[in-house]
């Protein structure tokens, strides 16, 4: 069984920091494919970023690009995200994500999921 662990999530104010990290264990199909989600109030979840180590490839929603960043380390099975110039949009509990199943980077089969880390930023 996979479990995935979010820590990192807090308090901040708008235009400071915060990274978020994720742990995985157990059997994932995959080693190399993990993301973010994440869930504002009244909204659905969206995906905020993932990254394929294997063909070295990371995507960004429009709105976190040139302010987030992702990485996998793929000996730990940790994967983080690094949040820079937050805005109070960016207020959610975050998610991290793994593929069930995946072929070339593509999620494949439905999601594993952590159980959410909440980031406020204040204006």
């Known amino acids: 069984e996979v479990h995935l662990v979010e820590s990192g999530g807090g308090s901040v104010q708008a235009g400071g920091s915060l990274t978020l990290s994720c742990a995985a264990s157990g059997f994932l199909y995959s080693r190399q494919c993990m993301g973010w989600f994440r869930q504002r109030a009244g909204k659905e979840r969206e995906e905020v970023a993932n990254i394929y180590t294997g063909g070295r490839r990371e995507y960004f929603a429009d709105s976190v690009k040139g302010r987030f960043t992702i990485s996998l380390d793929n000996a730990k099975n940790v994967v983080y995200l690094q949040m820079n110039n937050l805005k109070p949009e960016d207020t959610a509990m975050y998610y991290c994500?793994?593929?069930?199943?995946?072929?070339?980077?593509?999620?494949?089969?439905?999601?594993?999921w952590g159980q959410g880390t909440q980031v406020t930023v204040s204006s």
């Open positions: 994500a793994a593929p069930r199943s995946s072929r070339g980077g593509t999620w494949l089969g439905g999601n594993y």
